[in-house]
């Protein structure tokens, strides 16, 4: 007498088995952009979450140390001109590859390393206010020094 309605909860338990219909989106960079064209980019430099993410890294590692919050201490990064070019992968390697001592091409994950670009190439267009809302999002976050890498 037990064993038909165990049968039907297991019957009804496999039943309800089948397989999620799911969209990709694009695979997480292994690699360095290839060219401003790389069909990579809009992913990030589109995406508001990216920038928003970049933004994080950008407190999360301490480029504010150098660059300070408003991102105009060593080099002017909102005012668009850019000494390396302005393209996304020329960006890209200005902050993996152009710290010196700091190689952060070496120490920070590739997929943080497009983040850090997306946003540093939307700085242009951080008004105010958008600016405090970044900066309002990590303050709860771990900054500089005092952060310890993702977990």
Request: proline share 7%; with cysteine.
């Amino acid at each position: 007498m037990a064993r038909g309605p165990a049968i039907l909860l297991v019957a009804a338990c496999l039943g309800g088995c089948t397989n999620e219909a799911r969209t990709l989106g694009p695979s997480l960079p292994q690699t360095r952009p290839v060219g401003d064209d790389d069909p990579r980019i809009t992913a990030y430099q589109d995406n508001y979450n990216q920038v928003s993410q970049g933004g994080r890294y950008f407190s999360w590692y301490g480029c504010s140390g150098c660059h300070t919050e408003n991102a105009k201490g060593a080099a002017n990064l909102p005012d668009g001109r850019w000494r390396y070019g302005g393209g996304f992968a020329q960006v890209f390697g200005s902050i993996a590859d152009r710290h010196g001592r700091l190689a952060y091409g070496s120490r920070v994950p590739i997929e943080q390393l497009w983040q850090l670009t997306a946003y540093v190439r939307d700085l242009p267009q951080h008004y105010p206010e958008k600016r405090r809302r970044v900066q309002k999002d990590a303050q709860a976050e771990p900054q500089g020094l005092t952060w310890s890498g993702p977990q």
